[in-house]
């Protein structure tokens, strides 16, 4: 793992160095705390990442804590969010999150697995995220990036986020769990794409299955 780790991040850097992730640069944040990369999480969804870090420093300079977002107008939330799509959807359910925070963990965001998955709209990837970018608890975050590039490189032959984090979790060593949904998803938006991945650049195409099928080809 430590190689396909290496190389994606080598590859990287000779091509052109990637933007740090939006929930990267949330941890990497003087205001970032757990609350701000749960609703960072949240808003990510269908949204650019740059996108999601202009935003999230938006609401959050106006609400800073999980008290002021459970007491906040649907509308006011909806104004600062609009650009991230869904924003109706959205704003409901920050307020709805923000409330159960507030009230239940005394406006502290959980850091286990369970309770995190309790909250309303909180999935596994974005409970995986909160415990790796807010904790630095190892998890495997999978989304379209992980699980399209885990099963690219033939260290999965899954079918959905789902069985692919199952099936991370049992063959990677924890020790690098921390660092896989970063790489990963910097390297599924700038070198392993959904179509036409750069294979001539990439320092791992001789440890993966897609390339050696593209040859054969």
Same mark, same amino acid.
């Given at each position: 793992?430590?190689?396909?780790?290496?190389?994606?991040?080598?590859?990287?850097? %000779?091509?052109?160095?990637? /933007?740090? $992730? @939006?929930?990267?640069? &949330?941890?990497? +944040?003087?205001?970032?705390?757990?609350?701000?990369?749960?609703?960072?999480?949240?808003?990510?969804?269908?949204?650019?990442?740059?996108?999601?870090?202009?935003?999230?420093?938006?609401?959050?300079?106006?609400?800073?804590?999980?008290?002021?977002?459970?007491?906040?107008?649907?509308?006011?939330?909806?104004?600062?969010?609009?650009?991230?799509?869904?924003?109706?959807?959205?704003?409901?359910?920050?307020?709805?999150?923000?409330?159960?925070?507030?009230?239940?963990?005394?406006?502290?965001?959980?850091?286990?697995?369970?309770?995190?998955?309790? %909250?309303?709209?909180?999935? /596994?990837? $974005? @409970?995986?995220?909160? &415990?790796?970018? +807010?904790?630095?608890?190892?998890?495997?975050?999978?989304?379209?990036?992980?699980?399209?590039?885990?099963?690219?490189?033939?260290?999965?032959?899954?079918?959905?986020?789902?069985?692919?984090?199952?099936?991370?979790?049992?063959?990677?060593?924890?020790?690098?769990?921390?660092?896989?949904?970063?790489?990963?998803?910097?390297?599924?938006?700038?070198?392993?794409?959904?179509?036409?991945?750069?294979?001539?650049?990439?320092?791992?195409?001789?440890?993966?299955?897609?390339?050696?099928?593209?040859?054969?080809?």
């Amino acid at each position: 793992m430590k190689k396909i780790l290496r190389g994606m991040i080598r590859t990287m850097n %000779l091509v052109k160095p990637p /933007r740090m $992730t @939006a929930l990267r640069e &949330l941890h990497e +944040a003087e205001t970032g705390g757990p609350l701000s990369i749960l609703i960072g999480t949240i808003l990510s969804a269908r949204t650019r990442d740059e996108n999601t870090s202009v935003v999230v420093k938006k609401l959050f300079d106006k609400y800073e804590t999980a008290h002021s977002l459970a007491r906040a107008k649907v509308y006011d939330i909806e104004k600062i969010i609009k650009s991230t799509g869904f924003y109706h959807v959205k704003a409901r359910r920050i307020i709805e999150v923000a409330s159960i925070i507030d009230k239940k963990y005394g406006g502290r965001v959980p850091d286990s697995l369970e309770e995190l998955l309790e %909250l309303p709209g909180v999935g /596994r990837k $974005t @409970a995986n995220c909160v &415990l790796v970018y +807010a904790f630095e608890k190892p998890a495997i975050p999978v989304d379209t990036h992980v699980h399209r590039i885990s099963n690219r490189i033939g260290l999965v032959n899954t079918k959905t986020p789902e069985e692919t984090e199952v099936e991370l979790m049992k063959k990677i060593p924890k020790k690098y769990w921390l660092e896989i949904n970063d790489t990963f998803v910097m390297y599924g938006q700038n070198i392993c794409k959904p179509i036409s991945p750069m294979c001539d650049v990439c320092q791992i195409k001789n440890m993966c299955e897609y390339y050696k099928t593209r040859l054969a080809s």
